[in-house]
Every structure is written in C-alpha cells, then in structure tokens.
T-cell receptor
Framework: NAGVTQTPKFRVLKTGQSMTLLCAQDMNHEYMYWYRQDPGMGLRLIHYSVGEGTTAKGEVPDGYNVSRLKKQNFLLGLESAAPSQTSVYFC??????????????FGDGTRLSIL | GQQVMQIPQYQHVQEGEDFTTYCNSSTTLSNIQWYKQRPGGHPVFLIQLVKSGEVKKQKRLTFQFGEAKKNSSLHITATQTTDVGTYFCAGETGTASKLTFGTGTRLQVTL
C-alpha cells in the first residue's frame, strides 16, 4: 500500500516552460488537494477536488490548472512557469466526509525550482 | 479570507524545558488539526480537536481547543531532541474539509 505518491520528486524548469505534477493515491479516497509551501511558511491550498471529474479553486490558484479524470489521480499543471512558483508542492487525500476524524494523507512532496 | 496565525515563529529550548505554541484563527473553526514537519519532510498528522474547550494528551504533548473554537495550543512537557521540527496548526472550515494552515513554529532543542 503506497498511500499518496507524487512524481517527480525534484524538477528544475526555465521560466516559461510547462510541466505537470502527478499525485496518485491507492486508498480510494474521494477528496484530493494540492498545496504549496514556501520557505518558512505554512502550506497554502492551490486547488482541490471532491471527486472524480470535479475541481475547485483554493487560496492561491492563479497560474495553475488541475484535472481529476480518474479518482486515484490528481494532476497539477503549470502552463508557463514563473520564478514565483518555485516552491515545494504537496498533494494530500482524504476519505469522504462520512469517515469523520480522518486526517489528510500527504505525499512526500515535489521540489520545484524555476530559473 | 480566513487567516491562521501562530506564535512564536521560532523557539530554541534546552532539552528538558517545556515548549508551547499558540494558534489563532480569524474565524470560528469546525475543527483544528496539528501537524509536525521535519526538515525536508512532509507534514505528519498529530491530532484533531473538534469540541469547544477540548483537551487531548499524547504522552508529553497536550493539545487544547479554545471555548470559542478560534484558538488552540500545543504544549510539550520536558522536550527531547526528537521533538525538533516545525509544528503547524491547521483549521478546517466550510465544505470539502479544506484546511488553512498556520504559519508554523519551528522548535529547536539542544542538549
């Protein structure tokens, strides 16, 4: 049981390049989330999904797009990377609200540097 | 938008001393969660508090949720070097179990 797996773990991009970060969970969780964490700060929610085929904006969605075509995968896309998007990106998943008291399960993170 | 502040930002203690971090939300929370993050790692869930005035203990860690469900604290008794890391509170409001993370308190423990 792998839990939440993020790929890649590290990436360096040039300004203007595009890329997709993949989050995969094998726990059949309904809810999935993408966060970014800048140095010395807490996590900020970028986008989230409450089920296959649904996505919604979080606190800091600008410059990012997401898709949830399959329940187990949540993709985060940067269409035109900017240095301000240099950060560590974390994905998390959660069972549906019926399973109360369950915490979000986090992946190990993707360290993204944009030059 | 909702804001969650934590104080202090950083604390350096000697092993055996106590440590407390405080968390304050600008809005009433459905629940509050506490996480610990080691350098280079991901947040690791510690506990969730749901009820007004709730107090929970985990060995040397004591967690409190305020009566108004807008503030919380984490107290560590007799710190150990293994307690080193950054402690985050995260408040849940609204739908979809969205979390707003606090700014974190970095704890350094020396012998």
């Amino acid at each position: 049981n792998a839990g939440v797996t993020q790929t890649p773990k590290f990436r360096v991009l040039k300004t203007g390049q595009s890329m997709t970060l993949l989050c995969a969970q094998d726990m059949n969780h309904e809810y999935m989330y993408w966060y970014r964490q800048d140095p010395g700060m807490g996590l900020r929610l970028i986008h989230y999904s409450v089920g296959e085929g649904t996505t919604a904006k979080g606190e800091v969605p600008d410059g990012y797009n997401v898709s949830r075509l399959k329940k187990q995968n949540f993709l985060l896309g940067l269409e035109s990377a900017a240095p301000s998007q240099t950060s560590v990106y974390f994905c998390a998943s959660l069972p549906d609200r019926a399973q109360y008291d369950q915490p979000q399960h986090f992946g190990d993170g993707t360290r993204l540097s944009i030059l | 938008g909702q804001q969650v502040m934590q104080i202090p930002q950083y604390q350096h203690v000697q092993e055996g001393e106590d440590f407390t971090t405080y968390c304050n939300s600008s809005t009433t929370l459905s629940n509050i969660q506490w996480y610990k993050q080691r350098p280079g790692g991901h947040p690791v869930f510690l506990i969730q508090l749901v009820k007004s005035g709730e107090v929970k203990k985990q060995k040397r860690l004591t967690f409190q949720f305020g009566e108004a469900k807008k503030n919380s604290s984490l107290h560590i008794t007799a710190t150990q070097t293994t307690d080193v890391g950054t402690y985050f509170c995260a408040g849940e409001t609204g739908t979809a179990s969205k979390l707003t993370f606090g700014t974190g308190t970095r704890l350094q423990v020396t012998l």
